[in-house]
């Protein structure tokens, strides 16, 4: 089993930037590729960006490309998403996720993730 616990979020201004983090604990050498979602009220739960499990590739949301950077530290079993130029529109709560270790590739379907955190609300004010 993988736990995931993201932190980093807030309140922030219309074009400012946040740093999200997610620190795996438990068999982390269970975790394979892995990914941000995010969920705004009253919607269904979107992909932001995906890596897989050695952090060479990445893959964004249209909405997001350009602006928010994916990475990992796995000698630190950490997942990152650096979320610049933020929108009101990037008001969500924000979900790490991590698929089991026989996928190492990535995924930007929800139901290909085994490990989930409890999520970190991002607030962007206009």
């Known amino acids: 089993q993988v736990q995931l616990v993201e932190s980093g979020g807030g309140l922030v201004q219309a074009g400012g930037s946040l740093r999200l983090s997610c620190a795996a604990s438990?068999?982390?050498?269970?975790?394979?590729?892995m990914g941000w979602f995010r969920q705004a009220a009253g919607k269904g739960r979107e992909f932001v960006a995906v890596?897989?499990?050695?952090?060479?590739?990445?893959y964004y949301a249209d909405s997001v490309k350009g602006r928010f950077t994916i990475s990992r530290d796995n000698a630190k079993s950490t997942l990152y998403l650096q979320m610049n130029s933020l929108k009101p529109e990037d008001t969500a709560v924000y979900y790490c996720?991590?698929?089991?270790?026989?996928?190492?590739?990535?995924?930007?379907?929800?139901?290909?993730?085994?490990?989930w955190g409890q999520g970190t609300q991002v607030t962007v004010s206009a």
């Open positions: 890596i897989n499990s050695s952090g060479g590739r990445t």
């Open positions: 996720a991590a698929r089991r270790s026989i996928y190492g590739s990535y995924a930007i379907g929800a139901d290909e993730y085994s490990y």
């Open positions: 438990g068999r982390t050498d269970s975790s394979g590729g």
